[in-house]
C-alpha cells in the first residue's frame, strides 16, 4: 500500500460484490484520469446496516438509507474522501454537509425478469409467486398481473439468483445494470419494457458523493463526471424530492438526455396495483431540477394528499 502522501483519495463503499465493482470502476477511471497508480486511490469496506439486516424489508426497518448512512458518517468525520453509491440507494434529502458531486455514465436502466418457469410476466402461471423486497417492483407487476402472489426476496444479487434457482419463488426482478457489472447478464429471461415497467429513480447510475466544502476532491471527481447522467439523475431525484419517496412509497421515475433536451417520465402508484399515476416532462437540460420537481408537484396534486398516507 503506498505512504498516505501518495493516496490520491479513499473511496467508501459497501463490501457487496455488486459495491466493489462498482468502487473499483470509480478507482481505475480516476487513476487513468490522473495519472496514478490504482492503488493510490483507497478502497475501504464499510458495513451497513441494511448489509446486516437481511430477514426484513427495508420499508420496515427505516428505508433504503440504511445503505448509506454509515458511509455518510465516515464521509462526514474525514474517514474516507467520497463514497460510490448505486444512486437509486441514496436517500431523497442528503445529509447536511454533503452532496451527488458527479456520476458516472450511466448503464442500462431498465429491469429485468428473472424466471425458471416463464419467458415473461404474461406468461407467469396464475398465482405465481414473485419475490422482490421493492415496493416500486411489486406495484408494477400487481398493475400487469393483480394475481401474481408477492414474497419477500432479500440479499445481493447472487443471493436472490440463487433463492431463485431453489425455487424459493417461481420470479424475480433485478436491474440490468447490476447484472451486467457482475458479468452476468445471461441471467435475465427478459429485459422489461420501461412503458411497461419504469425504473426507479437513478437506476443504472453509479453516484460519487462528497462533502459539500472539499474542493479539492470535487475537482478530483469532476474529472471522470459524465454530464448527461448526472443531469438526468438530478431531474430524477427533483421529482422524488417534491413526493417525499422512501422505501414505503412506490415511485418510478427516469429522464434521458438527447442533446440539450430531457425527457422525463414519473410515476407513483398503490403497493397493491390498485392504483396509479403518471407524468412526463420534457425541456431544456439546464432545468432538469425544474422539470422533475414539476413532474412531482403534478402527481401528488392528482393523487390528492391521502394517496401516500394510507401506506
Given at each position: 500500500m503506498p505512504s498516505a502522501s501518495k493516496i490520491l483519495t479513499r473511496i467508501g463503499t459497501r463490501g457487496s460484490p455488486l459495491a466493489l465493482a462498482q468502487a473499483h470502476m470509480v478507482q481505475a477511471l480516476l487513476a487513468a484520469a490522473h495519472g496514478v497508480?490504482?492503488?493510490?486511490?483507497?478502497?475501504?469496506?464499510?458495513?451497513?446496516?441494511?448489509?446486516?439486516?437481511?430477514?426484513?424489508?427495508?420499508?420496515?426497518?427505516?428505508?433504503?438509507?440504511?445503505?448509506?448512512?454509515?458511509?455518510?458518517?465516515?464521509?462526514?468525520?474525514?474517514?474516507?474522501?467520497l463514497a460510490v453509491h448505486s444512486s437509486k440507494d441514496m436517500v431523497t434529502v442528503l445529509p447536511d454537509g454533503l452532496v451527488l458531486a458527479?456520476?458516472?455514465?450511466?448503464?442500462?436502466?431498465?429491469?429485468?425478469?428473472?424466471?425458471?418457469?416463464?419467458?415473461?410476466?404474461?406468461?407467469?402461471?396464475?398465482g405465481a409467486t414473485m419475490g422482490t423486497a421493492s415496493l416500486r417492483r411489486q406495484a408494477q407487476v400487481k398493475l400487469l398481473r393483480p394475481d401474481i402472489n408477492i414474497v419477500p426476496l432479500r440479499g445481493n444479487v447472487g443471493t436472490r439468483l440463487a433463492k431463485i434457482s431453489e425455487g424459493v419463488a417461481d420470479a424475480?426482478?433485478?436491474?440490468?445494470?447490476?447484472?451486467?457489472?457482475?458479468?452476468?447478464?445471461?441471467?435475465a429471461t427478459a429485459i422489461l419494457d420501461p412503458q411497461q415497467f419504469l425504473p426507479a429513480v437513478g437506476q443504472g447510475a453509479i453516484g460519487i458523493?462528497?462533502?459539500?466544502?472539499?474542493?479539492?476532491?470535487?475537482?478530483?471527481?469532476?474529472?471522470?463526471?459524465?454530464a448527461a447522467t448526472l443531469t438526468a439523475v438530478i431531474a430524477e431525484r427533483a421529482f422524488l424530492a417534491v413526493l417525499d419517496g422512501s422505501c414505503k412509497t412506490p415511485i418510478a421515475g427516469h429522464a434521458t438526455i438527447d442533446g440539450d433536451t430531457l425527457s422525463f417520465r414519473g410515476?407513483?402508484?398503490?403497493?397493491?396495483?390498485?392504483?396509479?399515476?403518471?407524468?412526463?416532462?420534457?425541456?431544456?437540460?439546464?432545468?432538469?431540477?425544474?422539470?422533475?420537481?414539476?413532474?412531482?408537484?403534478?402527481?401528488?396534486?392528482r393523487a390528492g394528499a391521502d394517496f401516500f398516507s394510507e401506506m
Open positions: 497508480p490504482k492503488d493510490a486511490v483507497e478502497i475501504r469496506v464499510i458495513k451497513t446496516t441494511g448489509d446486516a439486516i437481511q430477514d426484513r424489508p427495508l420499508a420496515e426497518v427505516g428505508g433504503k438509507g440504511l445503505f448509506t448512512k454509515e458511509i455518510e458518517q465516515a464521509l462526514l468525520d474525514h474517514e474516507i474522501d458527479a456520476c458516472l455514465e450511466r448503464e442500462d436502466a431498465r429491469d429485468v425478469l428473472v424466471s425458471h418457469t416463464a419467458k415473461s410476466i404474461a406468461e407467469l402461471p396464475k424475480t426482478i433485478l436491474a440490468l445494470a447490476g447484472l451486467k457489472r457482475l458479468g452476468m447478464a445471461d441471467k458523493e462528497i462533502r459539500d466544502n472539499d474542493a479539492a476532491t470535487r475537482a478530483i471527481v469532476g474529472t471522470i463526471n459524465h410515476l407513483i402508484a398503490k403497493p397493491d396495483g390498485s392504483a396509479f399515476f403518471e407524468a412526463s416532462r420534457r425541456g431544456n437540460a439546464r432545468d432538469a431540477a425544474k422539470l422533475g420537481g414539476d413532474a412531482g408537484h403534478e402527481l401528488k396534486q
